[in-house]
């Protein structure tokens, strides 16, 4: 007989509370631009002021010209599902409880590729789809892509599935 070296019954004497796991959270503050559009029900990203590209992920300096001056500005969230995978397995506790989940990288009309929540609406790639942003459950930014013919996110479901804040 092995002997425990905690006493039985300590738990019951500490309040048991119900810990609700969070998507990870850990962002740049950079990345907090991302957020802060996306609170505000918009989904912008940098566009740098000296030569136009557009910027994703966010970051200090433009990936083509190395200026610092990227501006946040609005995006149509058009692009083209380029590849697609179901997620089956994760560490985070978070994700363990929607799996599985469907991820798509997304090549936008305006240059950076993505990778994004696929709405299960979404067809096989190649197809046309709408990236939007939306809160997850931590109040971080995240991408989100709709068939590309839906008019209005609010026509969409993804708010059943628990995994944003919609
Ligand atoms: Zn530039």
Redo the contacts with the bound molecule.
């Keep these: 007989m092995t002997e425990s070296s905690e006493e039985p019954g300590c738990d019951s004497l500490v309040p048991q509370t119900t810990r609700v796991p969070l998507p990870p959270g850990l962002r740049s503050r950079v990345a907090l631009g991302l957020t802060a559009a996306a609170a505000r029900g918009r989904f912008e990203l940098q566009v ?6 557009v910027q994703y992920p966010p970051r200090e ?7 610092v ?2 501006d946040w500005k609005l995006q149509d969230g058009g692009g083209e599902l380029i590849s697609e995978t179901m997620l089956y397995h994760s560490h985070a506790e978070f994700f363990r409880e929607h799996l599985p989940l469907r991820l798509g990288m997304v090549r936008l009309d305006s240059g950076p590729t993505a990778i994004v929540y696929l709405h299960r609406k979404v067809p096989p790639a190649p197809a046309r789809v709408k990236v939007d942003t939306r809160l997850d459950k931590g109040g971080h930014a995240v991408l989100v892509a709709v068939p590309g013919d839906t008019t209005k996110m609010a026509d969409t479901d993804m708010a059943d599935n628990g995994l944003l804040q919609w």
């Design positions: 740098c002021r000296e030569c136009g590209a300096a433009c990936h083509r010209c190395l200026s001056l990227l």
